[in-house]
């Protein structure tokens, strides 16, 4: 193996590294909403700000971190995102050693921190990993390896959630000190790995660009515009589904099996809700698995359709199913330990749609930048700046839950988002401009 070669495979294995602190960091919020709500007595929807900060700080940092990018590369952004993400959670964890509305301040200026830091590493990751694959169909084969190890991380995190808040309406902050102490200890590592690791860096050309070539952006391509609200909707959907899914099953929407002899719950529903979001993760994991080895021979336009049918039809007979239908699903019941749970079979439905979410992400950026040349870098700053939209849905489903007291209502949101996505997959995603010159 050559010296470039062993270069780009470590690269590689960084880049992907960092995907999964993205997904440890980020999945966390969601649970968090429920110890939020819990500790503090509040609504569904202020229960969700956690996330929503998390989210929204994309919003405001993805053309600054593109920019970073552009000018000081991807080794220097990684090392400032890696430092962010540190100081981030280490303000949440403070925040846990707080009393009242200062506590629950605090946290959200956590997570609005961690949330710049989840910006700076996906605008350093995913271009990179595309880049480094040369694009294409290659590009997308290896974003969707990346994506497998998301999942990996997402499903731990909401699991471990599970075992370490077995009572949700006991909750507190603190009680999740030993996910946060592991996130940074993962910020910890990750900035020693980045520090010695030779990253591949684009050159740099210095020149001054006419006036007509100044004008010319990425959101001169409609298909990058249409993605960058595509990739909006997509991780609305993919952070939506399971969180009202969890909060539905651990309120009201599970019944736990009793004890003939002893007449105590056999198990927990919030064990057992984490157990099952947890799952949705985990297919998705198995998913990009998939998308991954069958990237190289259909196109991202075809995934993308295929996977925003399927999911079209998974919601919608989620939402028209009586919940009274159960099914077995295997969960971790608590002090119960492993075993075999009834869910609704709703549930189980939504569940599958990790399946579906899985190769969604990958598809889009691909398909987004296709084309693009040197915009890439802005592009892909853009393109996070839109992820704020994992924070805004799921904040629009939670106040459809408290407005309707039904939590499958609120799946109307997903209903439509992936209808945009069809539209993207079929209609949005064909570059009309490729008379702009990107060299």
Known sequence: MSTQKKGNFLAIIVMILLFGMISFVTNLASPMGDVLKNQFDVANWMGTLGVFANFIAYACMGIPAGNLLQKRGYKFTALAAVVVGFTGV?????????????????????????GFSMCML???????????????NRGNQLLQVGGSFISVMGTAVIFLTGVFVPNIADAEIKQVFPLMFIALAIFALAFVVIL??????????????SANESKIGPMSFRHFVLGAIAIFIYVGVEVGIPNVLQKWLQNGGLVVDMCPLCGSPMGNAESIAATVAATYWLLMFFGRLGGAALGSVFSAKS??????????ALVGGAMILDPAITVNLP????????????VPVNAAL????????????????????????????????????????GGILPLLQNGIVDWTGDYLVSYWVIVAGLAYLLFYALI???NVNKDIPTE
Do not use: H
Request: with cysteine; glycine share 16%; aromatic share 8%.
């Open 90 to 114: 280490g303000v949440q964890t403070i925040a846990g050693l707080l009393d009242g509305n200062l506590a629950f301040g605090v946290y959200l200026l956590g997570a609005f921190i961690a």
């Open 122 to 136: 996906n605008i350093v990751v995913n271009p990179m990993l595309n880049k480094l694959a040369g694009g294409g």
């Open 196 to 209: 010695f690791t030779n990253v591949p860096e684009n050159e740099r050309v210095e020149r001054i660009a």
């Open 303 to 312: 995934m993308l359709t295929a996977v925003s049918l399927l999911g079209l």
């Open 331 to 342: 969960v971790f019941k608590g002090t119960e330990g492993f075993g075999m749970a009834e």
């Open 350 to 389: 939504l569940v599958l749609c990790g399946l579906c979410t899985s190769v969604m992400w990958g598809g889009i950026f691909n398909l987004a930048v296709e084309g693009l040349g040197k915009y890439t870098e802005r592009a892909s700053g853009i393109f996070m700046a839109l992820v704020c939209g």
């Open 428 to 430: 949005g995603s064909k």
